[in-house]
């Protein structure tokens, strides 16, 4: 996924009210930034570390600016949520992720029952219902997920084991937006029962596929597929 402007550099001040990030940018003045991830972020967030913004499209919005990545670790780690649909989508599309290559019909934002997938796809074979969740969150070399208890998480965990029942593929994709992890998992302490849900899932044939992505300033792009443990 390719940036359509361009991002404006700026150093993080603070992020509060969940949503809202004040960013200083290069010229000196000082901005405030949607942030679309309303989770704790608590191992994403690092004061006066470097960012990139994006300027809003709707010039009626409040908050002209949305922020997008922050530099800790060496790394980029992409921080907008919004972004990981668009990514897989266009993976699957052009063939980019193995597992999940072969289909000639994709679509976004599909219902199936009283649910609404990020990905469908399918070809003669197969139909296959594409959940995506952004990852951030960091313990050791572990990437985590949720960040903050998601009561429609398990619900998605849920209808997928539905789709599976119903003898379709069902698939659990997680975008890590950093790289400075090497193993992924449900984050057990702040979601017990999300972290139950999705064992039961892979134990009733949902699929799991942890990606890290590539975060840069130009693009964000699917890097590889890293191992899970439940």
């Given amino acids: 996924m390719k940036f359509e402007t361009p991002l404006i550099k ?17 010229d000196g003045s000082i901005v405030i930034a949607h942030c679309t991830n309303s989770g704790s972020m608590k191992t994403c967030i690092e004061e006066n570390a470097p960012v990139y913004v994006s300027p809003a499209k709707d010039p009626k919005r409040k908050t002209k600016y949305t922020w997008e990545m922050i530099f800790i670790n060496n790394g980029w780690i992409g921080i907008n949520t919004g972004h990981p649909n668009k990514i897989v989508y266009e993976a699957v599309l052009n063939g980019e992720i193995e597992k999940l290559k072969g289909y000639t019909h994709v679509k976004r934002e599909v219902k199936f029952e ?91 044939g949902v699929e799991i596929i942890p990606l890290i992505a590539d975060v840069s300033p130009e693009e964000i792009k699917i890097k590889k597929e890293i191992p899970f443990f439940l």
């Fill in 10 to 26: 700026g150093t993080l001040l603070k992020r509060y009210k969940r949503f809202l990030s004040d960013i200083k940018l290069e």
């Fill in 114 to 204: 009283d649910s609404r997938f990020d990905v469908y796809a399918e070809n003669d074979k197969e139909q296959c219902f594409i959940e995506v969740k952004n990852v951030s969150m960091k313990e050791g070399e572990w990437a985590l997920f949720p960040d903050a208890v998601t009561t429609r998480g398990q619900k998605h965990l849920r209808t997928l084991m539905e789709v599976k029942k119903q003898g379709m593929r069902a698939v659990m994709v997680y975008i890590i937006q950093r790289a400075d992890v090497s193993k992924f998992g449900p984050a057990k302490e702040v979601d017990p029962v999300y972290a139950a849900t999705l064992k039961e899932a892979y134990e009733n």
